[in-house]
Protein backbone atom coordinates (compact mmCIF):
# COMPACT_ATOMS: atom_id res chain seq x y z
CA UNK A 1 0.00 0.00 0.00
CA UNK A 2 1.14 3.39 -0.95
CA UNK A 3 4.73 3.95 -2.90
CA UNK A 4 7.82 5.48 -1.77
CA UNK A 5 10.73 6.30 -4.45
CA UNK A 6 13.82 8.52 -4.00
CA UNK A 7 17.45 9.21 -5.52
CA UNK A 8 20.34 11.48 -5.39
CA UNK A 9 22.33 11.70 -7.93
CA UNK A 10 23.64 13.82 -11.04
CA UNK A 11 20.91 14.06 -13.38
CA UNK A 12 17.54 15.72 -13.42
CA UNK A 13 15.53 14.07 -10.09
CA UNK A 14 11.77 14.58 -11.54
CA UNK A 15 11.33 12.84 -14.81
CA UNK A 16 12.78 9.62 -12.81
CA UNK A 17 10.51 10.57 -9.66
CA UNK A 18 7.71 10.15 -11.90
CA UNK A 19 8.45 7.70 -13.80
CA UNK A 20 8.94 5.68 -10.48
CA UNK A 21 5.49 6.95 -9.23
CA UNK A 22 3.96 5.68 -12.28
CA UNK A 23 5.49 2.58 -11.45
CA UNK A 24 4.23 2.01 -8.14
CA UNK A 25 0.74 2.96 -9.09
CA UNK A 26 -0.10 -0.68 -8.74
CA UNK A 27 0.31 -0.40 -5.47
CA UNK A 28 -3.25 1.00 -4.30
CA UNK A 29 -3.23 5.11 -4.45
CA UNK A 30 -5.22 7.99 -4.02
CA UNK A 31 -3.01 11.10 -3.96
CA UNK A 32 0.88 11.76 -5.23
CA UNK A 33 3.67 14.52 -4.39
CA UNK A 34 7.45 15.07 -4.69
CA UNK A 35 9.57 17.02 -3.18
CA UNK A 36 13.11 18.19 -4.19
CA UNK A 37 16.05 20.53 -2.91
CA UNK A 38 16.75 22.68 -5.60
CA UNK A 39 19.92 22.58 -6.93
CA UNK A 40 20.64 26.88 -7.59
CA UNK A 41 19.68 27.54 -3.96
CA UNK A 42 19.30 24.57 -1.79
CA UNK A 43 15.22 25.66 -1.23
CA UNK A 44 13.48 22.43 -0.56
CA UNK A 45 10.01 22.41 -3.16
CA UNK A 46 7.28 20.42 -3.09
CA UNK A 47 4.31 19.71 -5.65
CA UNK A 48 1.21 17.67 -4.59
CA UNK A 49 -2.40 16.76 -6.23
CA UNK A 50 -5.00 14.65 -5.35
CA UNK A 51 -6.02 11.86 -7.83
CA UNK A 52 -3.76 10.34 -10.85
CA UNK A 53 0.45 10.93 -11.08
CA UNK A 54 -1.22 11.59 -14.27
CA UNK A 55 -1.98 14.71 -12.45
CA UNK A 56 1.06 15.16 -10.66
CA UNK A 57 2.60 15.11 -13.89
CA UNK A 58 0.54 17.85 -14.94
CA UNK A 59 1.09 20.49 -12.05
CA UNK A 60 5.22 19.66 -11.99
CA UNK A 61 5.60 20.56 -15.78
CA UNK A 62 4.05 23.85 -15.11
CA UNK A 63 6.75 24.22 -12.38
CA UNK A 64 10.68 25.06 -12.49
CA UNK A 65 11.76 22.18 -10.23
CA UNK A 66 15.53 21.81 -11.23
CA UNK A 67 17.59 19.40 -9.08
CA UNK A 68 19.38 16.12 -8.15
CA UNK A 69 17.65 14.91 -5.03
CA UNK A 70 14.04 14.29 -4.27
CA UNK A 71 11.56 11.81 -3.09
CA UNK A 72 7.99 10.98 -4.15
CA UNK A 73 4.93 9.50 -2.78
CA UNK A 74 1.43 7.69 -3.71
CA UNK A 75 -0.93 7.87 -1.08
CA UNK A 76 -3.61 5.51 0.02
CA UNK A 77 -5.68 7.28 2.72
CA UNK A 78 -5.77 5.95 6.39
CA UNK A 79 -4.99 9.02 8.55
CA UNK A 80 -7.31 11.82 6.28
CA UNK A 81 -9.00 12.14 3.36
CA UNK A 82 -7.22 11.85 -0.01
CA UNK A 83 -7.04 16.04 -0.70
CA UNK A 84 -4.04 17.57 -1.43
CA UNK A 85 -3.00 19.28 2.20
CA UNK A 86 -3.07 15.26 3.52
CA UNK A 87 -1.02 14.38 0.44
CA UNK A 88 2.85 13.53 0.82
CA UNK A 89 5.35 14.92 1.24
CA UNK A 90 4.60 16.76 4.57
CA UNK A 91 6.46 19.69 6.01
CA UNK A 92 7.42 20.65 9.17
CA UNK A 93 7.17 23.91 10.57
CA UNK A 94 9.62 25.96 8.95
CA UNK A 95 9.68 23.81 5.47
CA UNK A 96 13.11 22.74 5.80
CA UNK A 97 12.20 18.96 6.10
CA UNK A 98 10.13 17.01 4.03
CA UNK A 99 8.79 13.55 4.82
CA UNK A 100 7.29 10.31 2.93
CA UNK A 101 5.30 7.81 4.83
CA UNK A 102 3.76 4.31 4.53
CA UNK A 103 2.23 2.67 7.09
CA UNK A 104 0.01 3.63 10.18
CA UNK A 105 1.81 6.18 13.33
CA UNK A 106 -0.58 4.69 15.91
CA UNK A 107 0.31 6.78 18.78
CA UNK A 108 0.14 10.03 16.84
CA UNK A 109 -2.47 11.25 18.86
CA UNK A 110 -0.68 11.62 22.15
CA UNK A 111 2.39 13.04 19.73
CA UNK A 112 0.54 15.54 18.47
CA UNK A 113 -0.64 16.74 21.99
CA UNK A 114 2.76 16.92 22.40
CA UNK A 115 4.11 19.02 19.75
CA UNK A 116 0.75 21.51 20.20
CA UNK A 117 1.66 22.31 23.69
CA UNK A 118 5.30 23.25 22.11
CA UNK A 119 3.90 25.43 19.66
CA UNK A 120 3.83 22.92 16.74
CA UNK A 121 1.40 23.84 13.88
CA UNK A 122 0.21 21.22 11.57
CA UNK A 123 -1.71 21.80 8.10
CA UNK A 124 -3.12 18.09 7.55
CA UNK A 125 -5.06 15.44 8.73
CA UNK A 126 -2.18 13.00 8.72
CA UNK A 127 -0.36 11.00 11.13
CA UNK A 128 2.91 10.88 8.90
CA UNK A 129 3.11 15.31 9.51
CA UNK A 130 3.75 14.03 13.13
CA UNK A 131 6.88 12.47 12.37
CA UNK A 132 8.18 15.75 10.52
CA UNK A 133 7.89 17.95 13.53
CA UNK A 134 9.18 15.36 15.63
CA UNK A 135 12.16 15.14 13.43
CA UNK A 136 12.27 19.17 13.52
CA UNK A 137 12.27 18.98 17.38
CA UNK A 138 15.13 16.90 17.44
CA UNK A 139 17.17 18.11 14.27
CA UNK A 140 20.45 19.73 15.63
CA UNK A 141 22.60 19.01 11.95
CA UNK A 142 23.01 15.40 12.04
CA UNK A 143 19.46 14.29 9.98
CA UNK A 144 20.51 10.51 10.55
CA UNK A 145 20.21 11.41 14.33
CA UNK A 146 17.12 13.66 14.16
CA UNK A 147 15.12 10.97 12.30
CA UNK A 148 16.61 7.83 14.70
CA UNK A 149 15.29 9.96 17.62
CA UNK A 150 11.84 10.48 16.32
CA UNK A 151 11.61 6.80 14.91
CA UNK A 152 12.10 5.43 18.44
CA UNK A 153 9.29 7.54 19.62
CA UNK A 154 6.56 6.10 17.15
CA UNK A 155 4.55 3.02 17.62
CA UNK A 156 2.99 1.44 14.88
CA UNK A 157 4.08 -0.19 11.52
CA UNK A 158 6.02 2.36 8.70
CA UNK A 159 8.88 3.06 6.16
CA UNK A 160 9.93 6.58 5.51
CA UNK A 161 12.28 8.88 3.44
CA UNK A 162 13.07 12.37 4.44
CA UNK A 163 15.13 15.47 2.56
CA UNK A 164 16.08 18.02 5.09
CA UNK A 165 17.42 21.49 3.06
CA UNK A 166 20.31 21.99 5.65
CA UNK A 167 21.58 18.40 4.30
CA UNK A 168 21.15 18.79 1.09
CA UNK A 169 23.61 15.90 -0.24
CA UNK A 170 21.55 12.65 1.38
CA UNK A 171 18.72 11.00 1.83
CA UNK A 172 17.47 9.46 5.57
CA UNK A 173 15.47 6.25 5.48
CA UNK A 174 13.87 4.38 8.01
CA UNK A 175 11.75 0.94 8.36
CA UNK A 176 9.46 -1.32 10.60
CA UNK A 177 6.54 -3.37 9.42
CA UNK A 178 6.76 -1.86 5.96
CA UNK A 179 8.62 -2.79 3.20
CA UNK A 180 11.72 -0.25 2.11
CA UNK A 181 14.26 -1.53 -0.77
CA UNK A 182 17.82 0.49 -1.27
CA UNK A 183 19.43 0.43 -4.93
CA UNK A 184 22.36 1.58 -6.37
CA UNK A 185 24.44 2.06 -9.71
CA UNK A 186 27.66 3.61 -10.44
CA UNK A 187 25.76 7.16 -11.28
CA UNK A 188 22.87 7.25 -7.72
CA UNK A 189 21.60 5.66 -5.13
CA UNK A 190 17.68 5.19 -4.91
CA UNK A 191 15.18 4.36 -2.36
CA UNK A 192 12.05 2.50 -2.85
CA UNK A 193 8.67 0.92 -1.60
CA UNK A 194 9.34 -1.99 -3.80
CA UNK A 195 11.91 -3.05 -7.10
CA UNK A 196 9.54 -2.60 -9.87
CA UNK A 197 10.49 1.19 -9.21
CA UNK A 198 14.23 0.83 -9.89
CA UNK A 199 14.76 -1.10 -12.49
CA UNK A 200 16.24 0.15 -15.42
CA UNK A 201 18.14 1.96 -12.76
CA UNK A 202 19.69 0.38 -9.59
CA UNK A 203 22.30 -2.29 -11.01
CA UNK A 204 22.18 -3.87 -6.76
CA UNK A 205 19.38 -3.88 -4.17
CA UNK A 206 19.27 -4.09 -0.57
CA UNK A 207 16.58 -4.43 1.80
CA UNK A 208 16.18 -2.75 5.44
CA UNK A 209 14.88 -4.88 7.81
CA UNK A 210 12.57 -4.01 10.93
CA UNK A 211 14.43 -1.30 13.61
CA UNK A 212 17.42 -0.16 10.71
CA UNK A 213 17.89 3.29 8.81
CA UNK A 214 20.01 4.17 6.27
CA UNK A 215 21.70 7.61 5.30
CA UNK A 216 22.16 7.91 1.36
CA UNK A 217 24.58 9.98 0.05
CA UNK A 218 25.00 9.74 -4.58
CA UNK A 219 27.96 7.15 -3.82
CA UNK A 220 27.16 5.57 -0.54
CA UNK A 221 25.00 3.65 1.47
CA UNK A 222 25.39 3.86 5.82
CA UNK A 223 22.75 1.39 7.59
CA UNK A 224 22.49 1.21 11.21
CA UNK A 225 19.82 -0.05 13.73
CA UNK A 226 17.76 1.98 15.89
CA UNK A 227 20.83 1.62 18.69
CA UNK A 228 23.25 3.05 16.47
CA UNK A 229 25.05 0.28 15.65
CA UNK A 230 26.83 -0.02 11.91
CA UNK A 231 25.19 -2.90 10.06
CA UNK A 232 26.46 -4.45 7.04
CA UNK A 233 23.77 -5.66 4.52
CA UNK A 234 25.12 -7.40 0.91
CA UNK A 235 23.85 -6.27 -1.81
CA UNK A 236 22.21 -8.49 -4.63
CA UNK A 237 21.91 -8.06 -8.03
CA UNK A 238 18.71 -7.13 -9.77
CA UNK A 239 17.41 -9.81 -11.41
CA UNK A 240 14.13 -8.58 -13.18
CA UNK A 241 13.77 -6.16 -16.20
CA UNK A 242 11.77 -3.82 -17.72
CA UNK A 243 10.29 -6.04 -20.14
CA UNK A 244 8.50 -7.38 -17.35
CA UNK A 245 6.71 -3.70 -16.57
CA UNK A 246 5.82 -3.29 -19.97
CA UNK A 247 2.28 -4.39 -21.09
CA UNK A 248 3.78 -6.30 -24.13
CA UNK A 249 0.60 -5.08 -26.70
CA UNK A 250 -1.96 -6.22 -24.02
CA UNK A 251 -4.42 -3.85 -22.60
CA UNK A 252 -4.16 -4.16 -19.30
CA UNK A 253 -1.41 -5.47 -16.65
CA UNK A 254 -3.84 -8.25 -15.52
CA UNK A 255 -4.29 -9.79 -19.14
CA UNK A 256 -1.06 -10.04 -20.06
CA UNK A 257 -0.25 -11.70 -16.37
CA UNK A 258 -3.24 -14.05 -16.91
CA UNK A 259 -1.67 -15.26 -20.11
CA UNK A 260 1.93 -15.41 -18.94
CA UNK A 261 0.72 -18.05 -16.97
CA UNK A 262 1.89 -21.28 -18.37
CA UNK A 263 5.38 -19.28 -18.09
CA UNK A 264 5.20 -18.86 -14.57
CA UNK A 265 3.50 -21.85 -13.61
CA UNK A 266 5.80 -24.28 -15.86
CA UNK A 267 8.87 -22.08 -14.48
CA UNK A 268 7.65 -22.76 -10.85
CA UNK A 269 7.54 -26.47 -11.44
CA UNK A 270 10.88 -27.07 -13.59
CA UNK A 271 13.12 -25.12 -10.79
CA UNK A 272 11.61 -27.94 -8.08
CA UNK A 273 11.66 -31.10 -10.54
CA UNK A 274 14.77 -32.80 -12.98
CA UNK A 275 15.01 -35.40 -15.05
CA UNK A 276 11.07 -36.56 -14.38
CA UNK A 277 11.46 -36.73 -10.38
CA UNK A 278 11.34 -34.09 -7.57
CA UNK A 279 14.35 -31.92 -6.49
CA UNK A 280 15.13 -32.69 -2.99
CA UNK A 281 16.77 -29.19 -2.52
CA UNK A 282 13.29 -27.90 -3.08
CA UNK A 283 12.65 -26.78 0.13
CA UNK A 284 15.96 -24.96 1.67
CA UNK A 285 16.27 -26.15 5.08
CA UNK A 286 15.95 -30.09 6.63
CA UNK A 287 12.64 -30.26 8.92
CA UNK A 288 12.37 -31.60 12.21
CA UNK A 289 9.72 -33.89 12.87
CA UNK A 290 6.44 -32.65 13.14
CA UNK A 291 3.12 -33.52 13.90
CA UNK A 292 0.76 -31.21 12.59
CA UNK A 293 0.66 -28.11 9.52
CA UNK A 294 -0.61 -24.53 9.24
CA UNK A 295 -0.77 -22.82 6.25
CA UNK A 296 -1.06 -18.98 7.09
CA UNK A 297 -1.98 -16.42 4.34
CA UNK A 298 -4.48 -13.55 3.33
CA UNK A 299 -6.89 -13.25 0.53
CA UNK A 300 -6.18 -14.92 -2.80
CA UNK A 301 -3.18 -16.77 -0.78
CA UNK A 302 -5.39 -17.92 1.52
CA UNK A 303 -7.12 -19.43 -1.09
CA UNK A 304 -3.86 -20.93 -2.44
CA UNK A 305 -3.51 -22.67 1.20
CA UNK A 306 -6.77 -23.55 0.99
CA UNK A 307 -6.01 -25.70 -2.12
CA UNK A 308 -3.12 -27.13 -0.62
CA UNK A 309 -5.03 -28.37 2.23
CA UNK A 310 -7.29 -30.47 0.10
CA UNK A 311 -4.29 -32.13 -1.57
CA UNK A 312 -1.92 -32.64 1.05
CA UNK A 313 -4.37 -34.57 3.01
CA UNK A 314 -4.43 -37.17 0.28
CA UNK A 315 -1.29 -38.23 0.75
CA UNK A 316 0.14 -36.59 4.45
CA UNK A 317 -0.60 -38.36 7.53
CA UNK A 318 -0.61 -35.58 9.83
CA UNK A 319 -3.64 -32.40 11.08
CA UNK A 320 -3.41 -29.60 8.21
CA UNK A 321 -5.62 -26.57 8.69
CA UNK A 322 -5.15 -23.52 6.24
CA UNK A 323 -5.82 -20.14 8.53
CA UNK A 324 -6.72 -16.21 7.51
CA UNK A 325 -3.51 -14.86 9.04
CA UNK A 326 -5.55 -12.34 10.34
CA UNK A 327 -7.31 -14.86 12.70
CA UNK A 328 -4.55 -16.66 13.22
CA UNK A 329 -3.33 -14.25 15.80
CA UNK A 330 -6.54 -13.55 17.03
CA UNK A 331 -7.21 -17.49 18.22
CA UNK A 332 -5.39 -19.66 20.08
CA UNK A 333 -3.81 -22.51 17.57
CA UNK A 334 -2.17 -25.48 19.00
CA UNK A 335 1.49 -24.26 18.72
CA UNK A 336 4.98 -26.10 19.67
CA UNK A 337 8.19 -27.07 18.19
CA UNK A 338 6.31 -29.96 16.50
CA UNK A 339 3.80 -27.17 14.98
CA UNK A 340 5.02 -26.93 11.20
CA UNK A 341 3.51 -23.48 9.83
CA UNK A 342 3.73 -22.35 6.10
CA UNK A 343 3.56 -18.59 5.53
CA UNK A 344 1.81 -17.69 2.01
CA UNK A 345 2.49 -14.54 0.57
CA UNK A 346 2.99 -13.20 -2.61
CA UNK A 347 5.15 -9.92 -1.73
CA UNK A 348 6.69 -11.72 1.51
CA UNK A 349 5.08 -8.22 3.43
CA UNK A 350 1.88 -8.73 3.86
CA UNK A 351 1.94 -7.75 7.63
CA UNK A 352 -0.61 -9.72 9.06
CA UNK A 353 0.99 -12.91 7.73
CA UNK A 354 4.22 -11.66 8.95
CA UNK A 355 2.67 -10.93 12.35
CA UNK A 356 1.19 -14.19 12.10
CA UNK A 357 4.59 -16.35 11.47
CA UNK A 358 6.54 -14.37 14.23
CA UNK A 359 4.08 -15.94 16.93
CA UNK A 360 4.50 -18.62 15.16
CA UNK A 361 8.73 -18.76 15.54
CA UNK A 362 7.93 -17.15 19.44
CA UNK A 363 6.37 -20.82 20.23
CA UNK A 364 8.53 -22.58 18.59
CA UNK A 365 6.88 -23.58 15.78
CA UNK A 366 9.13 -24.25 12.35
CA UNK A 367 8.21 -21.44 9.63
CA UNK A 368 8.68 -22.15 5.86
CA UNK A 369 8.04 -19.33 3.60
CA UNK A 370 6.34 -19.36 0.03
CA UNK A 371 6.98 -16.13 -1.62
CA UNK A 372 7.33 -14.69 -4.89
CA UNK A 373 9.85 -12.32 -3.67
CA UNK A 374 13.48 -13.26 -2.38
CA UNK A 375 14.46 -11.34 0.51
CA UNK A 376 11.46 -10.52 1.73
CA UNK A 377 10.45 -9.87 5.16
CA UNK A 378 8.85 -13.11 5.61
CA UNK A 379 11.66 -14.72 3.70
CA UNK A 380 14.37 -13.52 5.56
CA UNK A 381 12.54 -14.14 8.91
CA UNK A 382 11.03 -18.09 8.12
CA UNK A 383 13.51 -21.03 8.83
CA UNK A 384 13.60 -21.63 5.29
CA UNK A 385 11.53 -20.96 1.80
CA UNK A 386 9.77 -22.10 -1.21
CA UNK A 387 9.70 -19.32 -4.00
CA UNK A 388 7.55 -19.24 -6.73
CA UNK A 389 9.13 -18.30 -9.95
CA UNK A 390 5.90 -16.25 -11.40
CA UNK A 391 8.06 -12.57 -11.77
CA UNK A 392 6.27 -9.25 -11.12
CA UNK A 393 3.03 -8.99 -11.01
CA UNK A 394 1.97 -5.61 -11.75
CA UNK A 395 -2.21 -5.88 -11.79
CA UNK A 396 -3.52 -5.69 -8.20
CA UNK A 397 -6.22 -8.82 -8.38
CA UNK A 398 -3.62 -11.76 -8.24
CA UNK A 399 -3.76 -13.96 -11.36
CA UNK A 400 -0.06 -15.84 -12.33
CA UNK A 401 1.21 -15.45 -8.69
CA UNK A 402 -1.78 -17.64 -7.50
CA UNK A 403 -1.47 -20.41 -10.02
CA UNK A 404 2.28 -20.89 -9.16
CA UNK A 405 1.64 -20.72 -5.15
CA UNK A 406 -0.76 -23.59 -6.06
CA UNK A 407 1.87 -25.56 -8.07
CA UNK A 408 4.45 -24.62 -6.18
CA UNK A 409 2.62 -25.89 -2.77
CA UNK A 410 1.39 -28.88 -4.37
CA UNK A 411 5.09 -29.87 -5.01
CA UNK A 412 5.69 -28.81 -1.86
CA UNK A 413 3.28 -31.67 -0.16
CA UNK A 414 4.57 -34.09 -2.88
CA UNK A 415 8.32 -33.35 -0.83
CA UNK A 416 6.91 -33.89 2.62
CA UNK A 417 4.84 -37.17 2.13
CA UNK A 418 7.33 -38.67 -0.75
CA UNK A 419 8.15 -41.52 2.35
CA UNK A 420 4.41 -42.44 2.60
CA UNK A 421 3.35 -41.62 -0.53
CA UNK A 422 3.97 -44.82 -3.64
CA UNK A 423 6.45 -44.62 -6.52
CA UNK A 424 3.46 -44.37 -9.02
CA UNK A 425 1.55 -41.99 -8.06
CA UNK A 426 4.68 -39.48 -7.82
CA UNK A 427 5.70 -40.37 -10.82
CA UNK A 428 2.25 -39.75 -12.10
CA UNK A 429 1.80 -36.86 -11.02
CA UNK A 430 5.18 -35.38 -12.07
CA UNK A 431 4.55 -36.69 -15.56
CA UNK A 432 0.77 -34.63 -15.12
CA UNK A 433 2.53 -31.46 -13.91
CA UNK A 434 5.50 -31.99 -17.38
CA UNK A 435 2.06 -31.45 -19.30
CA UNK A 436 0.79 -28.93 -17.15
CA UNK A 437 1.83 -25.74 -19.20
CA UNK A 438 0.47 -27.14 -22.58
CA UNK A 439 -2.67 -27.77 -21.19
CA UNK A 440 -2.98 -24.29 -19.36
CA UNK A 441 -2.36 -22.43 -23.14
CA UNK A 442 -5.13 -24.90 -24.32
CA UNK A 443 -7.53 -23.30 -21.16
CA UNK A 444 -6.01 -19.48 -22.54
CA UNK A 445 -7.58 -20.38 -25.98
CA UNK A 446 -11.03 -20.35 -24.94
CA UNK A 447 -10.98 -15.96 -24.12
CA UNK A 448 -13.19 -15.07 -26.99
CA UNK A 449 -16.04 -17.06 -25.28
CA UNK A 450 -15.44 -16.31 -22.15
CA UNK A 451 -15.31 -12.25 -23.21
CA UNK A 452 -19.08 -12.79 -25.17
CA UNK A 453 -20.37 -14.80 -21.79
CA UNK A 454 -18.88 -12.02 -19.71
CA UNK A 455 -21.04 -9.81 -22.01
CA UNK A 456 -24.48 -11.46 -21.34
CA UNK A 457 -23.47 -11.45 -17.31
CA UNK A 458 -21.63 -8.24 -16.75
CA UNK A 459 -25.15 -6.31 -15.74
CA UNK A 460 -25.84 -8.92 -12.83
CA UNK A 461 -25.66 -7.42 -9.18
CA UNK A 462 -25.06 -10.84 -7.77
CA UNK A 463 -22.94 -14.41 -8.54
CA UNK A 464 -22.24 -16.92 -6.92
CA UNK A 465 -20.07 -19.60 -7.34
CA UNK A 466 -20.55 -23.45 -6.30
CA UNK A 467 -18.20 -26.37 -6.15
CA UNK A 468 -17.19 -29.11 -4.23
CA UNK A 469 -13.94 -31.09 -2.71
CA UNK A 470 -10.59 -29.52 -4.10
CA UNK A 471 -12.68 -27.23 -6.55
CA UNK A 472 -14.37 -25.54 -3.61
CA UNK A 473 -10.99 -22.64 -2.98
CA UNK A 474 -11.24 -22.05 -6.86
CA UNK A 475 -14.67 -20.96 -6.42
CA UNK A 476 -13.78 -18.86 -3.86
CA UNK A 477 -11.31 -16.87 -5.72
CA UNK A 478 -13.35 -16.97 -8.52
CA UNK A 479 -15.73 -14.85 -6.68
CA UNK A 480 -13.09 -12.86 -5.13
CA UNK A 481 -11.51 -11.77 -8.93
CA UNK A 482 -15.10 -11.28 -9.73
CA UNK A 483 -16.05 -8.93 -7.31
CA UNK A 484 -12.24 -6.68 -6.83
CA UNK A 485 -12.16 -5.62 -10.80
CA UNK A 486 -15.91 -5.73 -11.60
CA UNK A 487 -17.45 -4.65 -8.23
CA UNK A 488 -20.23 -6.99 -8.80
CA UNK A 489 -21.34 -8.90 -5.61
CA UNK A 490 -19.97 -12.52 -5.83
CA UNK A 491 -19.35 -15.20 -3.33
CA UNK A 492 -17.86 -19.08 -3.49
CA UNK A 493 -19.84 -21.46 -1.46
CA UNK A 494 -19.26 -25.48 -0.90
CA UNK A 495 -22.14 -26.66 -3.50
CA UNK A 496 -23.84 -29.05 -0.83
CA UNK A 497 -24.14 -25.49 1.07
CA UNK A 498 -26.02 -24.07 -1.24
CA UNK A 499 -29.42 -25.19 0.47
CA UNK A 500 -28.32 -23.78 3.96
CA UNK A 501 -28.84 -20.02 2.72
CA UNK A 502 -27.37 -19.30 -0.62
CA UNK A 503 -30.24 -21.31 -2.69
CA UNK A 504 -32.45 -17.68 -1.27
CA UNK A 505 -30.74 -15.42 -3.82
CA UNK A 506 -31.25 -17.83 -7.03
CA UNK A 507 -33.68 -16.38 -9.63
CA UNK A 508 -33.52 -15.60 -13.29
CA UNK A 509 -31.30 -12.39 -12.61
CA UNK A 510 -28.56 -14.65 -10.95
CA UNK A 511 -25.41 -16.47 -12.52
CA UNK A 512 -24.32 -19.14 -10.74
CA UNK A 513 -21.27 -20.60 -12.14
CA UNK A 514 -20.51 -24.27 -11.36
CA UNK A 515 -17.11 -26.29 -11.17
CA UNK A 516 -17.81 -29.67 -11.81
CA UNK A 517 -15.34 -32.63 -12.24
CA UNK A 518 -15.99 -36.18 -13.48
CA UNK A 519 -13.84 -37.25 -10.49
CA UNK A 520 -15.73 -34.67 -7.59
CA UNK A 521 -18.92 -35.29 -6.45
CA UNK A 522 -19.81 -35.16 -9.83
CA UNK A 523 -23.80 -36.54 -9.42
CA UNK A 524 -23.85 -34.45 -6.21
CA UNK A 525 -23.03 -30.93 -8.05
CA UNK A 526 -25.48 -32.28 -10.48
CA UNK A 527 -28.15 -32.08 -8.58
CA UNK A 528 -27.26 -28.79 -7.15
CA UNK A 529 -27.57 -27.27 -10.68
CA UNK A 530 -30.76 -28.95 -11.15
CA UNK A 531 -32.35 -26.55 -8.00
CA UNK A 532 -30.79 -24.01 -9.49
CA UNK A 533 -32.86 -24.43 -12.82
CA UNK A 534 -35.80 -24.97 -11.21
CA UNK A 535 -35.68 -21.14 -9.61
CA UNK A 536 -34.73 -20.02 -13.35
CA UNK A 537 -31.14 -19.53 -12.06
CA UNK A 538 -28.78 -19.27 -15.56
CA UNK A 539 -26.09 -22.03 -15.36
CA UNK A 540 -22.29 -21.50 -16.26
CA UNK A 541 -20.33 -24.82 -15.93
CA UNK A 542 -16.72 -24.58 -15.76
CA UNK A 543 -16.04 -28.77 -16.54
CA UNK A 544 -13.99 -31.27 -17.47
CA UNK A 545 -16.91 -33.49 -18.43
CA UNK A 546 -18.48 -31.05 -21.38
CA UNK A 547 -19.96 -33.48 -23.78
CA UNK A 548 -21.76 -34.87 -20.92
CA UNK A 549 -25.95 -34.90 -21.58
CA UNK A 550 -26.95 -33.67 -17.99
CA UNK A 551 -25.08 -30.70 -18.38
CA UNK A 552 -25.65 -29.62 -21.80
CA UNK A 553 -29.03 -29.85 -20.56
CA UNK A 554 -28.40 -27.83 -17.67
CA UNK A 555 -26.16 -25.26 -18.28
CA UNK A 556 -26.58 -22.35 -20.33
CA UNK A 557 -23.22 -21.85 -21.20
CA UNK A 558 -20.63 -24.52 -21.20
CA UNK A 559 -16.41 -23.83 -20.45
CA UNK A 560 -14.43 -26.65 -20.80
CA UNK A 561 -10.84 -27.56 -19.13
CA UNK A 562 -9.20 -30.76 -19.78
CA UNK A 563 -9.73 -33.65 -17.74
CA UNK A 564 -6.81 -33.99 -15.20
CA UNK A 565 -6.66 -34.92 -11.33
CA UNK A 566 -3.72 -33.79 -8.87
CA UNK A 567 -2.24 -30.25 -8.37
CA UNK A 568 -2.98 -29.86 -12.28
CA UNK A 569 -7.21 -29.74 -11.81
CA UNK A 570 -7.42 -26.89 -9.65
CA UNK A 571 -4.63 -24.12 -11.27
CA UNK A 572 -6.32 -25.50 -15.04
CA UNK A 573 -10.21 -24.62 -13.48
CA UNK A 574 -8.75 -21.02 -12.21
CA UNK A 575 -8.06 -20.16 -15.70
CA UNK A 576 -11.68 -19.58 -16.82
CA UNK A 577 -12.70 -17.66 -13.91
CA UNK A 578 -9.74 -15.06 -14.08
CA UNK A 579 -10.68 -14.07 -17.86
CA UNK A 580 -14.50 -14.45 -16.53
CA UNK A 581 -13.85 -11.39 -13.96
CA UNK A 582 -11.09 -9.61 -16.30
CA UNK A 583 -13.84 -9.39 -19.16
CA UNK A 584 -16.53 -8.61 -17.34
CA UNK A 585 -14.48 -5.79 -15.22
CA UNK A 586 -13.93 -4.51 -19.18
CA UNK A 587 -17.83 -4.76 -20.04
CA UNK A 588 -18.14 -2.53 -17.12
CA UNK A 589 -15.59 0.02 -17.66
CA UNK A 590 -14.00 -0.17 -13.93
CA UNK A 591 -10.27 0.00 -13.29
CA UNK A 592 -9.05 -3.45 -14.08
CA UNK A 593 -5.30 -2.89 -13.22
CA UNK A 594 -6.08 -0.60 -10.11
CA UNK A 595 -9.01 -1.15 -8.47
CA UNK A 596 -10.93 1.28 -6.19
CA UNK A 597 -10.05 0.72 -2.56
CA UNK A 598 -7.46 -1.87 -3.06
CA UNK A 599 -3.74 -2.06 -2.71
CA UNK A 600 -1.33 -4.63 -4.38
CA UNK A 601 0.51 -5.46 -0.92
CA UNK A 602 -0.98 -4.89 2.08
CA UNK A 603 1.44 -3.75 4.88
CA UNK A 604 -0.83 -1.86 7.62
CA UNK A 605 -3.03 -3.64 10.06
Not at 112 to 136: K, V, Y
Amino acid sequence: MCGIIGTIGNDPVVPYLLEGLSRLEYRGYDSAGIAVIATANAELLRVRRAGKVKDLRTSVASRDLSATIGIGHTRWATHGAPTEANAHPHFDCHESIAIIHNGIIENYLALREELLSEGHAFQSETDTEILAHLIEKYFEGDLLSAVSKAVQRAEGAFALAVLCRHTPDRIVTARRGSPLVIGQSDAATYVASDIPALLGKAESVMFLADDELAELTQHTVRIVDFEGHDVQRTPHRVQADQVSIQKSGYKHFMLKEIHEQDRSVGETIREKTHGGTLDHAILSVPLAPYDHIYLISCGTAYHASLAAEYLWEQSLNVPIQAMIASEFRMRNPHLSERSLVIAVSQSGETIDTLMALRRAKESGAQVVALVNNEQSTIDREADGSVYTRAGIEIGVAATKTFTAQIAALGLLGLHLGQDTLPAHELDEELNRLDLLPGRVTECLQQEAAIRAIAEKIHHASDVLFLARGDLYPIALEGALKLKEISYIHAEGYPAGEMKHGPIALIDEATPVVFLLSKDVAFEKVLSNMEEVKARNGKVLAVTDAPEDPAITRLADHILPVPHVGGISRPILFTIPLQLLAYHTAVWRGTDVDQPRNLAKTVTVE
